[in-house]
């Protein structure tokens, strides 16, 4: 059974950091470029970060660029987003989002970012 579970969500103050994870499951995670992509209420998803299955290439959105770094990890079967300097307007539901293929794909249940005092 394939398994994205983010972890590392919650609440945090202008300028804080956090650091979501993303546990895959059920799925040869090294064959898989993996990415976050992010939802806020009422604007579509949008990418934020993604990373290539041997980690050679990272791309970001410009809005996160200098401030969010991906990276992974295949011997743990995870990746990471390191959000740091975060504004209000990053706040969103953050899933994690795995491909190989056209026919290959999984999303996770997201997890809840929410930057406000």
Avoid: H
């Avoid at 956090?18 to 059920?26: F, N, T």
């Avoid at 993996?34 to 806020?40: K, V």
């Amino acid at each position: 059974q394939v398994q994205l579970v983010e972890s590392g969500g919650g609440l945090v103050q202008p300028g804080g950091s956090l650091r979501l994870s993303c546990a895959a499951s059920g799925f040869t995670f090294s064959n898989y470029a993996m990415s976050w992509y992010r939802q806020a209420p009422g604007k579509e998803r949008e990418l934020v970060a993604e990373i290539t299955s041997t980690s050679l290439t990272t791309n970001y959105a410009g809005s996160v660029k200098g401030r969010f770094t991906i990276s992974r990890d295949n011997a743990k079967n995870t990746v990471y987003l390191q959000m740091n300097n975060l504004k209000p307007e990053d706040t969103a539901v953050y899933y994690c989002y795995a491909w190989r293929n056209r026919y290959a794909s999984f999303w996770g249940q997201g997890t809840q970012v929410t930057v406000g005092s």
